[in-house]
């Protein structure tokens, strides 16, 4: 994430796709915004702190 950090200095906040596990940490085939996107939501709405870096917090 500090890379594109750098190439885009304007940004507020940075979000990647995290994917989604079972109990056995096998990927289940379904990612976050994937989830959020089937569920008819935009990316403007949504933020959570694992996938995320704040502008300044490093």
Same mark, same amino acid.
């Given at each position: 994430?500090?890379?594109?950090?750098?190439?885009?200095?304007? @940004?507020?906040?940075? +979000? #990647?796709?995290?994917?989604?596990?079972?109990?056995?940490?096998?990927?289940?085939?379904?990612?976050?915004?994937?989830?959020?996107?089937? @569920?008819?939501?935009? +990316? #403007?709405?949504?933020?959570?702190?694992?996938?995320?870096?704040?502008?300044?917090?490093?």
């Amino acid at each position: 994430m500090m890379g594109v950090a750098k190439r885009q200095p304007e @940004a507020l906040v940075l +979000m #990647n796709d995290a994917a989604l596990t079972d109990g056995e940490l096998n990927e289940v085939g379904l990612t976050k915004i994937g989830q959020i996107r089937s @569920a008819g939501f935009g +990316m #403007n709405s949504f933020l959570w702190g694992a996938a995320a870096r704040f502008a300044g917090s490093c």
